[in-house]
């Protein structure tokens, strides 16, 4: 969740070093570990690779339907 609300928002991946944001999340879950900024920026750049790959073979399926259905 963390990397696409820093997706979306455009929120730095350092948010989670804010002491005011480490403060809200463990008043409101108690105990919980954040990830470090490293972690949510290599989470990032995979998720950008494996999504990249997918939207790419969507729009080769939808390219390849076009050319057969437009005959």
């Known amino acids: ?5 820093c997706a979306d928002s455009m929120w730095p991946f350092n948010m989670v ?3 005011f944001y480490q ?3 463990q008043m ?9 900024h490293d972690t949510i ?3 990032t750049i995979y998720l950008f690779k494996v999504m990249s ?5 969507y729009f080769q399926v939808c390219f390849i339907y076009y050319l ?3 005959i």
């Open 68 to 70: 057969f259905t437009e």
């Open 28 to 36: 409101l879950c108690p105990g919980t570990k954040l990830p470090s």
């Open 41 to 43: 920026q290599r989470d």
């Open 23 to 25: 403060m809200q999340v």
């Open 53 to 57: 790959l997918h939207v790419q073979q």
């Open 1 to 5: 969740l963390l990397v696409l609300q």
């Open 17 to 19: 070093n804010d002491k």
